[in-house]
């Protein structure tokens, strides 16, 4: 009977490291489908919301600059586009006519006008409204009563801005206010 003890016990080795295999098999699958589903939970979230903060990307320029201040409501430090192209190379020749300057663009002076904002129809509850633009508060938390269809704001600004309008704290949403 040593040969048939000796092929169990080989026998039970085999099952229990089959076994041992399975179960770090699966642990690693579970690892492996956690981290999968929340990167994809982290780029739908990216790719569902909306930018709460209302300020687009954007390179400056000339028309942003007025007395050494940027006017445009961004910071300096802000990320821009880098060019896509490369840069070519300069002219050994030196040009023959003086090159004519393009005339700067004027920014749009400043406009003070009341404007409308539309509020959620679906709220039930009173709530606290801010207005914000560039993080800043416009509108300080005003308590609306549930039902208010819309509020007067009286708002200053140049050209076409976004306001964020937040709700209990949170963004609901962005508003588009054309000062022109």
Known sequence: MGIVEQYLSQLNTKK???????????VLS???????????RQTGVAIAN???????????????????????????????????????????EEPTEKPTETPKETQPAEVTKTVTIELPADRTEDYVLGLF???????????ITAGTRSI???LTGAGTVYYDLYIN????CEKKVTFN
């Not at 579970?30 to 994809?40: A, E, T």
């Not at 201040?69 to 910071?75: E, V």
């Not at 633009?133 to 308590?143: I, P, Q, R, W």
């Open 30 to 40: 579970l690892l492996v489908m956690l981290s999968v589903s929340w990167n994809l």
């Open 152 to 154: 007067d704001v009286t």
């Open 169 to 172: 704290g949170e963004c609901e």
């Open 16 to 26: 229990q490291r089959f076994r041992r295999q399975v179960a770090l098999l699966a």
């Open 133 to 143: 633009f560039n993080g800043k508060s416009v509108l300080e938390d005003t308590a």
């Open 50 to 92: 909306d930018a709460c903060c209302g300020v687009e990307e954007h390179r400056h320029v000339e028309a942003c600059i007025l007395e050494k201040t940027l006017i445009c409501g961004f910071d300096e430090e802000t990320p821009t586009e880098e060019p896509t192209e490369k840069p070519t190379e300069e002219p050994t």
